[in-house]
């Protein structure tokens, strides 16, 4: 594999306490997929060397968590809930999850990979070297494998590195005769076993929620996973507090995501479990939702906050990871320092990538090149600029 220098950047990246900063070095060597090294006085030769002419070198950006694989789309009910119907009465009346669920599994693989790769390209264009991918619209064992098939075929076709995520607890099925408690006996009897044998994907997910699966129905799953060998995350505390994101620390979670109704005394949970807190401000924006996540005693535990696009077609249609820092702080008061940490050393905490998501030797070679005045203005500008040199793993994909 080739070696490439990049010489005259300006270097930035979070640190070890996960403060994004400017660090003092201007060359970064590329081999053999790794950062190979940091610094002012870098000689060794490389089969490429690029001149960044004072241009700043970042970490690919990583989005720990869509739904970037599903068929049709819910402008009919953002319609309606631009009239004040809300997203729980959609979802009881059969629309929502269920109704892409439908127009997932009226695809054959052909069209819904390339939808989805239509979609992915977007994030690639914007500096993503790393993106999440759910399944969790297809809810029979054909669509589910088929989803996470797709993603795994976007990984390749786009040089984008691509984290699976089971989801198979996301809704109960449309048209189904089971009832929830045989769902997740077949999630957990049936499909984890499957998806972890053929490595169908590197953790499990759950909704967890009045309208998703209850707590118990949760930990049945996360128990299942774990007797996979498989890392869980929970869609938790997102439309009421069902303390889904305590169970998930029990479990270890990677992350819990959404986490709006979390209550502050179960913050320290999460503290003690390593578990990141995934902040999901467009899923925020499109519900109109009033409630914020407890910013500050996350901050006061430190427990490390992640930001995501949650890219899905019902509540968070946004295909763009920067417009979504840009909400963290417009929304929930991040700083554009805690919003570029939670797109890169936080995200990939999130994943459980020990390697991603910082410019330091022996990190995965995941970096781009961007013609700006500083970091902060990528989250201060909305759609203001692309990158104008990406590596992925160490390879030029632009
Ligand atoms: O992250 N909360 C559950 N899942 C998605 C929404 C999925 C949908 O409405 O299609 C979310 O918001
Ligand atoms: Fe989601």
Same mark, same amino acid.
């Given at each position: ?25 201007? %060359? ?26 004072? %241009? ?132 957990? %009897? ?96 499109? #519900?109109?939702?009033? %409630? ?66 910082? #410019? ?37 994909? #632009?």
């Amino acid at each position: 594999m080739s070696s490439t220098l990049i010489n005259n950047a300006r270097i930035a990246t979070a640190n070890e306490d996960g403060d994004f900063v400017h660090i003092d070095a201007t %060359q970064i060597l590329l081999r053999e997929g790794k950062i190979k090294a940091i610094g002012n006085h870098i000689t060794d030769t490389a089969d490429h060397v690029v001149d960044a002419d004072q %241009q700043w070198c970042l970490p690919g950006f990583i989005d720990c968590h869509t739904h970037l694989v599903y068929g049709g789309n819910r402008a009919n009910e953002f319609t309606q809930r631009l009239q004040g119907v809300n997203y729980e009465t959609i979802s009881q009346q059969g629309g929502g999850i269920k109704s892409t669920v439908r127009a997932t599994r009226a695809l054959d693989e052909d069209t819904l990979m390339l939808q989805t790769l239509r979609r992915a390209r977007r994030f690639a264009e914007e500096g993503v070297t790393t993106i999440e991918i759910k399944s969790g619209y297809g809810l029979d064992k054909e669509t589910e494998i088929r989803m996470l098939e797709v993603a795994h075929k976007v990984g390749e076709l786009t040089g984008l590195n691509v984290q699976r995520t089971f989801l198979g607890a996301h809704a109960l099925p449309p048209d189904s005769p089971m009832s929830a408690e045989e769902y997740i006996d077949f999630v957990c %009897q049936t499909m984890i076993p499957y998806v972890a044998e053929h490595q169908l994907a590197d953790a499990v997910d759950v909704f967890c929620e009045r309208v998703g699966f209850n707590l118990a129905q949760t930990e049945r799953v996360f128990m299942a996973a774990k007797q996979a060998n498989l890392r869980v995350k929970g869609h938790v505390e997102q439309l009421s507090d069902s303390k889904g994101a305590a169970l998930a620390a029990k479990y270890r979670a990677l992350s819990v995501d959404h986490i709006e109704y979390l209550a502050e005394e179960d913050v320290h949970l999460l503290a003690s479990a390593g578990t990141v807190a995934v902040l999901l401000p467009g899923a925020f924006y499109y #519900l109109k939702e009033k %409630q914020l996540p407890p910013i500050d005693a996350l901050r006061q535990h430190r427990v490390p906050m992640a930001i995501s696009t949650d890219m899905n077609p019902g509540t968070s249609p946004i295909a763009s990871l920067l417009t979504c820092t840009n909400m963290a702080c417009i929304l929930f008061g991040l700083t554009t320092s805690e919003a570029l940490a939670g797109i890169t050393i936080h995200a990939a905490g999130a994943l459980g990538l020990a390697n991603k998501g910082r #410019l330091k030797q022996g990190f995965d070679a995941d970096v781009c090149l961007w013609d700006i005045e500083s970091p902060e203005s990528l989250v201060y500008e909305i759609n203001g600029y692309r990158p104008t040199a990406i590596w992925i793993g160490g390879k030029r994909v #632009l």
